[in-house]
């Protein structure tokens, strides 16, 4: 009996933590407002997905989100390779690598041109891409969809993944995006710090 109490004890603390160190979205003036605002807040990482395909109007959806993003003097220098056969997806899972993509039934690998013509470099495709990216990630969480930014902007990740989708010299990848319906039940994090905020000077 003792055991048990422990047990259920321990299993509501738990419980009470998880709850506890949930982000709820600020209370908004109206509906519209306040359906943004809970898009954003419980936007959260999703690295297990069920096999269900993510139909094309969603994906259209998502990428519209994506390219709606602003950009450095509005260079929109992004491309996406949407990424939705099994072969394909599992030749980045095994290449880059990335266990999220053995189950995951699609992926966006977002990629930004790199030049802005003339020979000059474009400082800001790593920021634009970026915007782009959380567009991308706040519209699967409205659609009810599953997703999580994954790196591939750095060394042996970024080889692997410019050599499987055949990426042109003038373009990166940033990041790849798994994509599907949830398999499992994640929570957004509480992430509200307000040490970090400096009123006129830090
Ligand atoms: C630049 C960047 C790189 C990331 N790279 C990875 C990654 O390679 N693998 C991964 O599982 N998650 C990656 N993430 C997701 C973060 O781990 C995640 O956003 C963070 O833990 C916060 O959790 P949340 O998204 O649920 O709020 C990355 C996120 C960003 C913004």
């Keep these: 009996m003792k055991k048990i109490l422990i047990v259920l004890a321990v299993a509501s603390m738990a419980v009470f933590t998880a709850c506890s160190s949930r982000q709820k979205a600020p209370e908004a003036s109206n509906d519209a407002a306040q359906a943004v605002l809970n898009n954003i807040f419980s936007r959260k990482s ?4 069920t ?6 109007e969603m994906v259209e959806t998502l990428l519209r989100a994506a390219m ?3 950009s450095g003097m509005n260079v929109q220098p992004w491309h996406f390779v949407v990424v939705n056969t099994r072969e394909t997806l599992d030749r980045l899972a095994k290449e880059i690598p990335n ?5 995951a ?8 041109e790199t030049m802005l013509g003339e020979g000059r470099p474009n400082p800001n495709w ?7 990216t959380e567009n991308l990630l706040l519209a699967a969480e409205a659609l009810g969809l599953g997703a999580v930014w994954t790196a591939a902007d750095y060394d042996a990740r970024a080889d692997a993944v410019i050599e ?5 010299s003038n373009a990166r990848p940033l990041c790849v995006v798994p994509i599907g319906f949830p398999a499992g039940n ?3 994090k509480d992430k509200w710090k307000p040490e970090r905020i400096h009123y006129n000077k830090w």
């Design 46 to 49: 999703v690295r297990s997905y």
């Design 51 to 56: 096999d269900q395909p993510v139909p094309e």
């Design 68 to 70: 709606s993003a602003p």
């Design 99 to 103: 266990r999220m993509l053995e189950t």
């Design 105 to 112: 039934p699609l992926a966006i690998v977002v990629c930004g």
């Design 126 to 132: 790593k920021l634009d891409a970026s915007a782009a």
């Design 164 to 168: 499987v989708l055949g990426i042109p």
């Design 186 to 188: 994640d929570q957004p």
